[in-house]
């Protein structure tokens, strides 16, 4: 895979925040997308556009699961279609043993990585994707782990099976997810050059729907 993929006259909804929301953005435009960016801090990470590019900025509470999808709505009204959805999951992973935790707050961590991101998908699949077809890629953003937080990376390897069977042919879903030996600069370069491959159909459909990216970014592996 190299840099040659174009997205030029697509359009991108990522959800999420932090830097790494701020990247995928910014390789989305380079690569000539109109891209939406909803997350809490999507006006302070939205990049500026390349001349003839468009971003949007759609800010949103990450466990509100009526912002990402009213995100889907705008994007679709103001730019007029939906090719691809970018969830970035994950992003402030609770760590520690599963004995000490309070429930609730497990409760939160599922909310966040799972309930929301079908409800964006959900909310994507109706409103556009549904009859023009698209595609979807989870993004694991956080590279701790720990009780919580493995149990949502499970919850969320099996739903991004059972959704890239449902969907199929009409929309690609696809899990990134980081190998613990891969560090957080290099996933952060890693994901912005492999989710644009995604989005362009240009991995090996044999890999699967749930990918890792290890020390070598450019080549995913299928998920053990």
Known sequence: MGHTSTLTGRVVLVTGEGDLAASVTASLLARGARVALAGADAEANRPAAPPGSTVLALPCAPTDTAGPGGAVDAVVER??????????????????????????????????????PLTVVQRAYWRWMA??????????????RGGPRDAALAGLTELTESLAA???????????????????????????????????????????????????????????
């Open 166 to 224: 449902e969907l199929a042919p009409l929309v690609d879903v696809h899990t990134l997810i980081p190998s613990p030996s891969l560090g957080a600069e290099a996933y952060r370069v890693g994901v912005a050059e492999v989710l644009c491959d995604l989005l362009t159909h240009r991995t090996d459909p044999a890999q699967g729907p749930v990918l890792v990216l290890s020390a070598e970014p450019a080549c995913p592996s299928r998920a053990a």
């Open 131 to 144: 009859t023009h077809g698209g595609s979807v890629v989870n993004v694991v953003a956080a590279m701790g």
């Open 79 to 116: 730019l007029g279609r939906l090719d691809h959805l970018v969830n970035l999951v994950a992003a402030h992973p609770r760590t520690g043993p599963l004995m000490e935790l309070d429930p609730l707050a497990l409760r939160d961590v599922l909310q966040r990585d799972l309930v929301t």
